[in-house]
């Protein structure tokens, strides 16, 4: 990953940030002039592979988050344990934060954070991955490692921790640059998430607890019903939703609150005509396409001619792309 600058030192703008779980800085939601949405898992986890996939929200002021979070740690003498995946709106939506926070309560952390530079995290569907092991985490963007942490605060996150998806617009334009009531409404869309369960050598083959979100599934995800102090808006189940395959959390004003639009589809990537998926398309191809030809199935790099469907007339489009033309 390119542009990896990772910070170990006190952060002013990410310390007061870190308040926003503090035990008495939590609220039931109250008539904030913002409305937005977190889900935390009805179950919690230690140690695995989390595997998702997320389009952010997209606008200065705004930050779309994955996190870990063990239930209580906010409290003066429970241990606090995090790790985060945040994706700012800022410039584009083409950064993001990892982080590790622990500490006692809410009032004596130590945080180490990295930011990441990655295209069009605004503009397309992306896989994010968090490997935990006993002595490590490690952060992934789309299969490639962003940053690992052995040893020190990867140590002492060691307790069952549950999942949590959250937007909101923090009160820290330094953090997460100004925000403008004017970009409202925004959304994040996740389209599913795994969970793969370390087995003390390695993760599990076979996801644990996954969701596609076809339905907002109450069994596996709660609703957040609170504020804290520094987010200017109120998390609130309304702007939670789940709509055509999609977990669509979004922030909006008050009295405009729920989702009325569509989801962005999550399309695969793929180049037209690479029929063999080797990321080239040449004559190795041929054999490929004529097998998806005769079996009458669908794959979309062989549907040359882009018309929803895969048979003769995809021939000569097929050619062209061959030859280069």
């Known amino acids: 990953m390119k542009n990896v600058r990772l910070v170990r030192a006190t952060c002013l703008a990410l310390t007061v940030c870190l308040l926003f779980l503090g035990g008495p800085e939590i609220a039931s939601a109250q008539n904030k002039p913002y409305k937005s949405g977190e889900i935390f898992s009805a179950q919690t986890y230690l140690y695995g592979k989390i595997e998702f996939r997320m389009l952010v929200a997209t606008g200065s002021g705004v930050i779309s988050n994955f ?59 992306h896989t994010y991955t968090v490997e935990w092991k006993p002595d490590s985490i490690t952060w992934m963007v789309d299969g490639v490692t962003a940053r690992t942490t052995t040893g020190g605060q990867a140590n002492l996150i060691d307790e069952p921790t549950s999942l949590r998806f959250n937007l909101w617009n923090p009160d820290i334009p330094s953090w997460v640059g100004p925000f403008d009531e004017n970009i409202l409404p925004v959304h994040m869309y996740v389209n599913w998430i795994k969970y793969y369960p370390w087995n003390g050598s390695s993760f599990s083959s076979t996801a644990t607890f996954e969701d596609n979100f076809d339905f907002f599934n109450t069994s596996k995800w709660h609703k957040a019903n609170w504020t804290f102090n520094l987010n200017q808006a109120d998390f609130i189940p309304q702007n939670i939703n789940a709509q055509d395959g999609y977990l669509v959390i979004s922030l909006t004003k008050d009295g405009e609150t729920g989702y009325q639009g569509t989801p962005p589809q999550d399309l695969p990537s793929f180049v037209l005509g690479d029929c063999n998926q080797d990321d080239v398309v040449n004559f190795s191809d041929i054999p490929t396409f004529i097998g998806i030809l005769s079996a009458g199935t669908y794959r979309i790099e062989a549907d040359c001619n882009q018309d929803g469907v895969v048979n003769f007339s995809d021939i000569p489009r097929f050619i062209d792309i061959l030859i280069g033309n």
């Open 67 to 125: 996190y870990t979070f063990k239930h209580g740690s906010e409290q003066p003498n429970t241990f606090w344990e995090e790790a985060d995946i945040e994706v700012f709106g800022k410039n584009g939506a083409n950064s993001w934060q990892s982080n590790i926070i622990t500490g006692q309560g809410n009032t004596n952390l130590t945080h180490s954070e990295g930011v990441h530079q990655e295209i069009g995290l605004g503009q397309e569907y």
